[in-house]
């Protein structure tokens, strides 16, 4: 399995991007992805994740992201609207089977593929 992740890139305060995770060596549906982000010096912590037809956010994206999943392009998209300073970092996306509990979704080591980064930078 191979997690490609697109989509960064350099926006405004307030701007929005969209990330696109793409899925190849079996169908996304058979995952629960989750999309992560590290800023320099800090460890990777979560942003937010879909697993069937539910999605999850840490508090500080809720309202501003959302995560949606495309089974015909086997992708996953991290849809980021509301951009502030804060929000960058490089932005991975990762797969996990989708019978993981519900409480390690929010843990990085619970992932087993990850996508190889992509740089979001909020600035002025």
């Known amino acids: 399995v191979q997690l490609q992740a697109s989509g960064g890139g350099l926006v405004q305060p307030g701007g929005s991007l969209r990330l696109s995770c793409a899925v190849s060596?079996?169908?996304?549906?058979?995952?629960?992805m989750g999309w992560f982000r590290q800023a320099p010096g800090k460890e990777r912590v979560f942003v937010g994740a879909i697993r069937r037809s539910n999605t999850y956010y840490a508090n500080s994206v809720k309202g501003r992201f959302t995560i949606s999943r495309d089974n015909a392009e086997n992708t996953v998209y991290l849809q980021m609207n509301s951009l502030k300073p804060e929000d960058t970092a490089v932005y991975y996306c990762?797969?996990?089977?989708?019978?993981?509990?519900?409480?390690?979704?929010?843990?990085?080591?619970?992932?087993?593929?990850w996508g190889q980064g992509t740089q979001v930078t909020v600035s002025s």
């Open positions: 990762a797969a996990t089977s989708v019978t993981s509990i519900l409480s390690s979704l929010w843990n990085p080591d619970q992932y087993d593929y």
């Open positions: 060596g079996r169908t996304v549906s058979s995952y629960a």
